[in-house]
């Protein structure tokens, strides 16, 4: 019979139930990004990683009509594996991510005050300890068109022991061991950016920055942040 859209069966393989919990957390978390104004429409994308399958918000869907049988995954080389609807245009940048480290989740905004600074410096500047949060301060990746590979050469650089990077010109990105962790750091790097611009604009002054001593010391105390054990 006709494929349906979304229908995930025949050649585009059979969902496990880790897939579908997977993707639920995928569509939620995109979801959180539209609401809570890190993208705006269909910008920005999100994936999460289940075994070697790599599950990805599809192109050009708007997030609130996403839903179970929607769900859209490639293996590491880039072939679709699950669903009927084309990934993400961004899929070179998160297939990148995962290739290049320890990432199980990855989100990309346009987050305004982020897509604002990455057009102003090569490098955010220390103004807050939560800069070690995403492992020091944080570069921005130099300009490449969207959906290209060279974007992704230029992000997978600009993450070297960081968590986060800005893309000029663009917008965001971060990953995790979870799309909880990977959307908190998403979340944190638009604070951080907020914050240098809001101090920025202030006549007359100049934002005093963390050295590097102090960044190392808020870097061992956050090691020890939140529930233990």
Do not use: F
């Not at 569509?27 to 399958?53: H, I, P, Q």
């Not at 009927?84 to 940048?93: D, I, M, V």
């Not at 908190?184 to 963390?210: F, K, M």
Request: hydrophobic share 40%; charged share 15%; proline share 5%.
């Amino acid at each position: 019979m006709d494929r349906q859209r979304g229908d995930t069966r025949g050649d585009t393989g059979r969902i496990g139930a880790a897939e579908a919990e997977a993707w639920a957390e995928v569509v939620a978390t995109a979801r959180r990004t539209a609401a809570e104004g890190l993208v705006v429409g269909t910008s920005g994308n999100v994936s999460a990683r289940v075994g070697d399958t790599v599950l990805v918000t599809p192109t050009g869907v708007p997030y609130d009509r996403l839903g179970p049988d929607d769900i859209t995954g490639v293996d590491l080389g880039g072939h679709q594996v699950l669903g009927t609807l084309k990934p993400t245009s961004e899929l070179p940048l998160h297939l990148a991510v995962y290739g290049a480290t320890d990432a199980r989740a990855v989100v990309h905004t346009h987050a305004v005050h982020a897509s604002a600074v990455s057009t102003l410096v090569p490098e955010l500047p220390p103004v807050h300890y939560m800069t070690c949060a995403l492992g020091g301060p944080v570069r921005v990746a130099p300009y490449a068109a969207y959906g290209t590979h060279e974007l992704a050469a230029h992000a997978v650089t600009a993450l070297a022991d960081r968590t986060g990077c800005l893309l000029r010109n663009h917008g965001t990105l971060t990953y995790g061991t979870t799309l909880a962790q990977a959307y908190d750091r998403t979340a944190q790097l638009e604070w951080l950016c907020h914050l240098w611009l809001t101090a920025s604009s202030v006549p007359g002054h100049t934002p005093s920055l963390l050295t590097e001593a102090e960044l190392a010391e808020a870097t061992d105390r956050l090691k020890g942040y939140g529930q233990q054990g």
